[in-house]
């Protein structure tokens, strides 16, 4: 039982090119989270996706797309990195959305853009 | 208007000491979650305590408590007997009912225990 795994787990990107951040959970969870990590801004959301086949924008969006591939992944995509997304990424899922259900974390992508 | 503040930026503790981390939050909405989150120098994000805005005792888990004071809007982190092991950044973070599917966590406290 992995839990929520992405991959990679390391990047490097010039300003412009594109790429995919992969999760996948194997808890059987319907809710899986995207979030980016900025120095002394905490946890953003970024989308979310509350179950298979449907997505919603969180906080800060802009930029990014996201895919719920099947129950098990959710991938998110940045189309033409800039700079500004240099972050520590993390997925996230729950077995619902409910006010009472913790979040199980994934080890983040730690993502520089140059 | 932040939906978490966490206002210590760093705190120290000495070994064995009881440490309090403190959160206040924004919330209108009647039903909610908190949870406190600790995230080791190694990355992950790892889940320490809940409590729903309903629960009429504060949370416990082992070391961790939560002392909940609702009419004040605060949900503070008191770690008993620190350990070396916990120094960490620790999150604090809400979801509300009406909003489910959106946590949000505040800016973290960095705590060190020292020997």
């Known amino acids: 039982n992995a839990g929520v795994t992405q991959t990679p787990k390391f990047q490097v990107l010039k300003t412009g090119q594109s790429m995919t951040l992969q999760c996948a959970q194997d808890?059987?969870?319907?809710?899986m989270y995207w979030y980016r990590q900025d120095p002394g801004m905490g946890l953003r959301l970024i989308y979310y996706?509350?179950?298979?086949?449907?997505?919603d924008k969180g906080e800060v969006p802009n930029g990014y797309n996201v895919s719920r591939l099947n129950k098990r992944e959710f991938s998110l995509r940045l189309e033409s990195a800039a700079p500004s997304q240099t972050s520590v990424y993390f997925c996230a899922s729950s077995e619902w959305g409910g006010p009472k259900e913790t979040q199980y974390f994934g080890p983040g992508t730690r993502l520089l853009v140059l | 208007a932040q939906k978490i503040t966490q206002t210590q930026p760093g705190m120290f503790v000495q070994e064995k000491e009881a440490v309090t981390l403190d959160c206040t939050y924004d919330?209108?909405?009647?039903?909610?979650?908190l949870f406190w989150y600790k995230q080791p120098s190694s990355g992950e994000m790892i889940f320490l305590i809940y409590?729903?805005?309903?629960?009429?005792q504060n949370a416990t888990e082992g070391r961790y408590s939560l002392n909940f004071q609702k009419a004040r809007k605060s949900a503070n982190l008191v770690i008993s007997a620190s350990q070396l092991g916990d120094s960490a950044m620790y999150f604090c973070a809400m979801r509300e009912d009406n909003t489910g599917n959106q946590f949000y966590f505040g800016t973290g406290t960095s705590l060190t225990v020292i020997p």
């Open positions: 808890m059987n969870h319907n809710s």
């Open positions: 919330t209108s909405d009647p039903s909610y979650g």
């Open positions: 409590q729903g805005s309903y629960d009429q």
């Open positions: 996706s509350a179950s298979e086949g449907t997505t």
